[in-house]
């Protein structure tokens, strides 16, 4: 089993900066795609930004040029920096892990217990 555990959330004003942290348990993380989701009240989750175990990233239009998504192997955690802050960003951040590698036999799909990230205007 694998545990996900998000921080970094918080309250910021529009304009603001934070780094949301994901810690993986577990020895897969190095094998897994990692994604950053949210979803605010009365929205679907969507994906906010996703990087491969070789590290290509992609992002979400609404995010590209202000969040980074990055990975350390060594400390099995993904992080989302997060600059230029708006209103609309207000949502609960969720991190994923998904298996990287084509093997199909390899099957998960782990979600953290997400962490609230509120931007104030």
């Known amino acids: 089993q694998v545990q996900l555990v998000e921080s970094g959330g918080g309250l910021v004003q529009a304009g603001g900066s934070l780094r949301l942290s994901c810690a993986a348990s577990g020895s897969i993380f190095g094998i897994s795609a990692m994604a950053w989701y949210r979803q605010a009240p009365g929205n679907q989750r969507e994906l906010v930004a996703g990087?491969?175990?070789?590290?290509?990233?992609n992002y979400a239009d609404s995010v590209k040029g202000r969040f980074t998504i990055s990975r350390d192997n060594a400390k099995n955690t993904v992080y989302l920096q997060m600059n230029s802050l708006k209103p609309e960003d207000t949502a609960v951040y969720y991190c994923?892990?998904?298996?990287?590698?084509?093997?199909?036999?390899?099957?998960?799909?782990?979600w953290g217990q997400g962490t609230q990230v509120t931007v104030s205007s």
């Open positions: 990087i491969t175990s070789g590290g290509i990233t």
């Open positions: 994923n892990a998904k298996p990287g590698i084509p093997v199909p036999a390899l099957k998960y799909d782990y």
